[in-house]
């Protein structure tokens, strides 16, 4: 798993050092700064983790323990854009897991791409997700996001595999 990691993190630090640039240039010789911070705020429906966790704990205790559904993920991040199709960020994500709060902490990288106020993104993240008193590594899959995009504000939807949501909705702010 560290060798998996390992390289995972060194493909990230090669692609992020290839798009980091500060201005890219069009043709036409303008310049035009891509560079820009964005905060996001979402909620969404269960996640994979906590939908899969209240089955399992019925089917092995035959039924006489039903533990509480989740009602939901909230969760908020950050992201850089190095320019327009390259990001990397990270998010917090709240949600409560048969009864117990969770918690996950993850760094992502994220990939768009699209026209001047819709774009199309798929992201990866990995990170730990702490329920209750124990901590476990956890990774996300966003297979699928669609935004509006605007100068300074977002609106989007996306669906997402394993922690944070299944399907999200949310806005952003960027500076």
């Given at each position: 798993m560290k060798k998996f990691l390992l390289i995972i993190g060194l493909f990230a630090l090669t692609v992020s050092a290839t798009f980091a640039q500060d201005i890219d240039f069009v043709e036409t010789g303008d310049e035009i700064n891509f560079?820009?911070?964005?905060?996001?705020?979402?909620?969404?429906?269960?996640?994979?983790?906590?939908?899969?966790?209240?089955?399992?704990?019925?089917?092995?205790?035959?039924?006489?323990?039903?533990?509480?559904?989740?009602?939901g993920t909230y969760s908020g991040g950050y992201n850089y854009y190095f320019n327009e199709h390259w990001a990397v960020g990270g998010n917090i994500t709240y949600e409560?897991?048969?009864?117990?709060?969770?918690?996950?902490?993850?760094?992502?990288?994220?990939?768009?791409?699209g026209w001047t106020h819709?774009?199309?993104?798929?992201?990866?993240?990995?990170?730990?997700?702490?329920?209750?008193?124990?901590?476990?590594?956890?990774?996300?899959?966003?297979?699928?996001?669609?935004?509006?995009?605007?100068?300074?504000?977002?609106?989007?939807v996306e669906t997402s595999i394993i922690s944070t949501g299944l399907l999200k909705i949310g806005a952003s702010y960027k500076f």
């Open positions: 560079n820009s911070n964005e905060l996001y705020i979402s909620c969404g429906t269960p996640s994979l983790a906590s939908i899969v966790t209240p089955l399992f704990t019925i089917m092995f205790t035959a039924g006489t323990v039903v533990p509480e559904i989740s009602k409560k897991v048969s009864s117990k709060p969770s918690l996950s902490f993850q760094a992502k990288g994220t990939a768009q791409y819709f774009k199309f993104y798929h992201a990866l993240s990995i990170g730990i997700m702490s329920i209750g008193t124990t901590c476990n590594p956890i990774f996300d899959v966003i297979p699928l996001g669609m935004k509006l995009d605007y100068n300074d504000f977002n609106i989007f």
